[in-house]
């Protein structure tokens, strides 16, 4: 049940230095099941990204566990992944510089020639993966960088194509669209009505209302 939540968490983290223009705004991927054997069993879904440039809200929903919002300040590497419970709701606190480095890391070459995505000219990559059966082709903006996604953070630019390995298979993240504004600031804050915990204690509490149910409401 839990793997859906740690997906937006627990990617690579690592720090990369490269000139690009800051971007606020807005981006939308369409996330689809890359084994078109599965597509009918697994629906469309979309993963919406708001950020000022410093702080980052990543925006996911899932049939298992609804809504999710991971708030991520990039500067200081720290999130809240925000999720509604049956019980209550709850902001998890994340240091992202204690993320474990997944095992079996992407590589990558550039490849020539550009393409469009979302309206967009990209750049190409050719990537490999000990899970990839070949290689598969990513694209990324070049003109911004990669830290407003917790992934690929060594690529030379923004990705705007890009699959991502999970236990259920190979899910494929695809741009549908780029806007450019300043986001309203309460985005970027965890409600009040959100519980702040860490992940063990939100597991704990979770376990505790599988074995023992919702707790009873005083009189």
Do not use: C, W
């Not at 720290?78 to 419970?85: A, F, H, P, Q």
């Not at 902001?91 to 979302?118: G, H, M, P, V, W």
């Not at 009505?193 to 707790?215: M, T």
Request: avoid cysteine; charged fraction near 25%; charge should be neutral.
């Amino acid at each position: 049940m839990f793997r859906y939540l740690i997906l937006i968490v627990l990617f690579p983290v690592a720090l990369y230095a490269q000139k690009h223009v800051s971007f606020t705004g807005k981006l939308v991927y369409k996330i689809t099941i890359a084994d078109t054997a599965f597509a009918d069993l697994v629906p469309i879904s979309y993963m919406t990204i708001l950020t000022n440039d410093t702080v980052t809200r990543i925006e996911n929903e899932t049939d298992q566990l609804g809504k999710q919002a991971l708030i991520k300040h990039m500067e200081l590497n720290k999130s809240y992944l925000l999720i509604e419970t049956p019980i209550e709701n709850f902001a998890i606190k994340t240091d992202l510089n204690k993320a474990e480095e997944s095992l079996s890391k992407y590589s990558f070459k550039k490849k020539r020639f550009k393409t469009k995505i979302a309206g967009l000219k990209a750049n190409r990559l050719e990537v490999f993966h000990p899970d990839f059966k070949e290689p598969k082709e990513y694209l990324y903006l070049k003109k911004y960088g990669p830290k407003y996604l917790n992934n690929f953070l060594d690529f030379p630019g923004l990705p705007a194509l890009f699959y991502i390995i999970t236990v259920d298979g190979v899910y494929k993240y695809e741009l549908q669209s780029l806007e450019e504004y300043l986001p309203e600031k309460d985005l970027f804050g965890v409600p009040s009505d959100f519980r702040k915990v860490d992940f063990a204690e939100f597991l704990e509490i979770i376990l505790q209302y599988e074995q023992n149910g919702p707790p009873e409401k005083e009189d």
